[in-house]
Every structure is written in C-alpha cells, then in structure tokens.
C-alpha cells in the first residue's frame, strides 16, 4: 500500500487560488493513476479530478473545469491539485487517492485503493 499525505488547504475568499499537494510513499508512485476527491459536511465524498501514470491524460467533474489543474511530478511522488477561481461551493475536505491501475481511473470511488487523511478547504464570500 501506498501511503498518501495532502498538504496545502486552508481559508481563502471567493476568487481566491490554493494549490494542494499529495506527498506518496511506499509504493510505487509512478506506475499509476492518481486522483482529487472532496467531500463536503453532511454529504458523499465525490470525485473532482484524475490524471494517468504519465500525466498525459487528465478528467475533470465538469464543476471544475477551466478552474481546476490536476498534475503530478515523478520525481517528487507528489500529484497536485491547482484550484483557480474558488467559489464558496468548493469548500470541502479534499482527498488524493491512488487509483488500482495507470490508465482510465474513473470517477468512481472504487477504482481507487489507497486514501489520504484529507485537507480542508474553505472558501469565504
């Protein structure tokens, strides 16, 4: 198993960026598919973003499309999350998880295996 750590949320105002990032250790990071979830208070943990073993190939939830940049860096085992452009909505605990293969991760939750501990973001009008 992987071991997943985010980093990088906090308060922000409307129109406001934050940049999260997801440190992975122990298994082998670069071999697959990695992916951005939220979860907001009272409701289900739902998916955001994912991007391929490669970092060529990336899908958004159309909510955060044109807003949202998810990237990876191989050599740091770190994936991102860029969020532009925040709306109260977006506010949330946001989870990195690894996906079960490289290719084709969807949005759903059980094509992902391993879990952070999740970071909070909250987005003030």
């Known amino acids: 198993q992987v071991q997943l750590v985010e980093s990088g949320g906090g308060l922000v105002q409307a129109g406001g960026s934050l940049r999260l990032s997801c440190a992975a250790s122990g298994r082998t990071f670069s071999g697959y598919g990695m992916g951005w979830f939220r979860q907001a208070p009272g409701k289900e943990r739902v998916f955001v973003a994912t991007i391929n073993w490669s970092g060529t190939s990336t899908y958004y939830v159309n909510t955060v499309k044109g807003r949202f940049t998810i990237s990876r860096d191989a050599a740091k085992n770190t994936v991102y999350l860029q969020m532009n452009s925040l709306k109260v909505e977006d506010t949330a605990v946001y989870y990195c998880?690894?996906?079960?293969?490289?290719?084709?991760?969807?949005?759903?939750?059980?094509?992902?295996?391993?879990w952070g501990q999740g970071t909070q973001v909250t987005v003030s009008s």
């Open positions: 998880a690894q996906c079960k293969w490289g290719d084709s991760c969807r949005h759903t939750l059980d094509d992902y295996d391993s």
